[in-house]
């Protein structure tokens, strides 16, 4: 059965540190892995997603994440982190052929001036 | 801005309540999938409609039903509900049901029942 962990359910960073939000994952099979952020009173954005390829993905804002598939791990990175990114960060996971989403838990990122 | 919209923003129903939420998708996408949200969790998946027809479900019981319209837009509708149905419902749609598909969200509606 497929699953996904974030690690840690909130991470504080102080403005123009590098931040990793951390994310393993289980399956038994292919994978596509997705990291959301999640503003408050919104829905979901995509960052960024990993389907083939490379295993280091460039997102938006700023954002990479970086497949390992002997880790069975997705982190996030950004190198210097704005309090404009405060908000609760997604990883999830679907496999081929299927659209359902499993999401991790989440991991509210809280940057500190 | 995903171009998906929800409505109402915000609910309250008490226990054994009928509810519908709705949601509008982009134009051509044929795919509407559904989430629960609860206070503090990551979304889970209600089911997904790809051309008004069903196409998979999660864990949820039979209470939990759905439409989706021609018109790229759909419904949620939730019977006798219950407290643990308090959340944030969230609709996403995509063009087509591949796994290359992104999903776009909407804002979610917030359900509270006491």
């Known amino acids: 059965a497929q699953s996904v962990t974030q690690l840690d359910s909130q991470v504080p960073v102080f403005e123009e540190a590098p931040v990793e939000l951390r994310c393993n994952y289980s399956?038994?099979?292919?994978?596509?892995l997705f990291w959301y952020v999640q503003y408050p009173n919104q829905g979901l954005q995509l960052l960024l997603k990993y389907l083939s390829g490379s295993t280091l993905v460039k997102g938006i804002n700023g954002f990479e994440a970086e497949f390992n598939k002997s880790q069975t791990s997705f982190h996030l990175r950004k190198p210097s982190v704005h309090i404009s990114d405060t908000a609760e960060y997604f990883c999830a996971v679907t496999y081929s052929s299927a659209s359902k989403i499993i999401f991790g838990s989440g991991t509210r990122l809280s940057i500190r001036p | 801005e995903t171009g998906v919209t929800q409505s109402p923003t915000h609910l309250i129903k008490t226990r054994g309540q009928q509810v519908t939420l709705r949601c509008s998708s982009q134009?051509?996408?044929?795919?509407v999938s559904w989430y629960q949200q609860a206070l503090g969790q990551g979304p889970q998946f209600i089911f997904q409609y790809y051309r008004e027809e069903e196409n998979g479900r999660g864990n949820f019981p039979p209470r939990f039903s759905g439409l989706q319209f021609p018109n790229y837009s759909s419904e949620l509708n939730v019977n006798a509900l219950e407290l643990d149905d308090s959340a944030l419902y969230l609709c996403?749609?995509?063009?087509?049901?591949?796994?290359?598909?992104?999903?776009?969200f909407g804002p979610g509606t917030r359900l509270l029942v006491l």
């Open positions: 996403a749609s995509s063009l087509g049901q591949g796994d290359q598909e992104t999903q776009y």
């Open positions: 399956s038994s099979v292919s994978v596509y």
């Open positions: 134009s051509g996408h044929n795919t």
